[in-house]
């Protein structure tokens, strides 16, 4: 276990590969738990399009995510079968706004930090 991942502790749920299904909404992938470190954290940032949004949370990851997949802090058999396809039905499942990765000096290990927000979805 790497020094960057070590503290990924938290059972998270993530809903990734958002397609837009002609409806003005998304299908996804069927969820996965993944391991990470979930901060509730409330700070300005720019989204994708460049809009300045205040992020419910801060999550770190041990592997890439997609933009508007969606993440959840719990484990998935807290969700329901109704709820697995579509992860807006999900109290407390917010949708990725921003992503990074940035890599140690080596370029070997890579900190992957996503930002949520349910804000300015309309």
């Known amino acids: 276990m790497s020094y960057i991942t ?6 998270i749920v993530y809903w990734g590969n958002p397609q837009q299904d002609g409806w003005g909404g998304y299908s996804f992938d069927d969820p996965v738990e993944i391991m990470g470190r979930w901060e509730d954290k409330q700070k300005m940032f720019l ?3 460049g809009k300045e949004i205040i992020s419910m949370a801060e999550v770190y990851l041990g592997q890439d995510v997609d933009l508007m997949g ?3 802090l ?3 058999s ?3 079968s109704s709820e697995e396809g579509d992860p807006t039905s999900v109290s407390q499942a917010f949708p990725i706004r921003a992503f990074s990765k940035i890599p140690n000096l080596k370029g070997t290990l890579f900190e992957r930090k996503a930002v949520l927000s349910d804000v300015g979805m309309d």
């Open 47 to 49: 989204s994708s399009d």
């Open 70 to 72: 969606y993440l959840y």
């Open 6 to 11: 070590r503290n990924h502790k938290q059972k």
């Open 74 to 76: 719990g484990e998935l």
């Open 78 to 80: 807290e969700i329901s």
